[in-house]
């Protein structure tokens, strides 16, 4: 369906702060989980980060207590708090819905993804 748009990211020096955004619309985004995919370069996308609908969260152990996985259901959208960043956080991070059977699926459209740049 429609692409989510990603936006907020940008380059940050080691130990600084950005949050993303993620305009997410779809008629069933109230009642789906969403989530953060991170991909650093050369490497697979990997879900970072994930919201339900009932507000429960998960991160994965890289992140967890870095990120913070927020979401507005009246508008539609999710937000990625980074603090605390560090050079392997560099990367492309798109959102996607999801669903769990064992491991993260998307089961939404791609956006194009926002650039997070991270120096030393």
């Known amino acids: 369906q429609v692409q989510p748009v990603e936006s907020g990211g940008g380059l940050v020096q080691a130990g600084g702060s950005l949050k993303l955004s993620c305009a997410a619309s779809?008629?069933?985004?109230?009642?789906?989980?969403m989530g953060w995919y991170h991909q650093a370069p050369g490497k697979q996308r990997e879900v970072v980060a994930a919201?339900?609908?009932?507000?429960?969260?998960y991160y994965a152990a890289s992140v967890k207590g870095r990120f913070t996985i927020s979401r507005d259901n009246d508008k539609n959208m999710i937000y990625l708090q980074m603090n605390s960043l560090n050079p392997e956080d560099t990367g492309v991070y798109y959102c996607?819905?999801?669903?769990?059977?064992?491991?993260?699926?998307?089961?939404?459209?791609w956006g194009q993804g926002t650039q997070v740049t991270v120096s030393s």
């Open positions: 996607n819905a999801l669903k769990y059977e064992d491991s993260w699926y998307p089961i939404g459209s």
């Open positions: 779809g008629s069933r985004f109230s009642v789906t989980t």
């Open positions: 919201i339900s609908a009932g507000r429960i969260t």
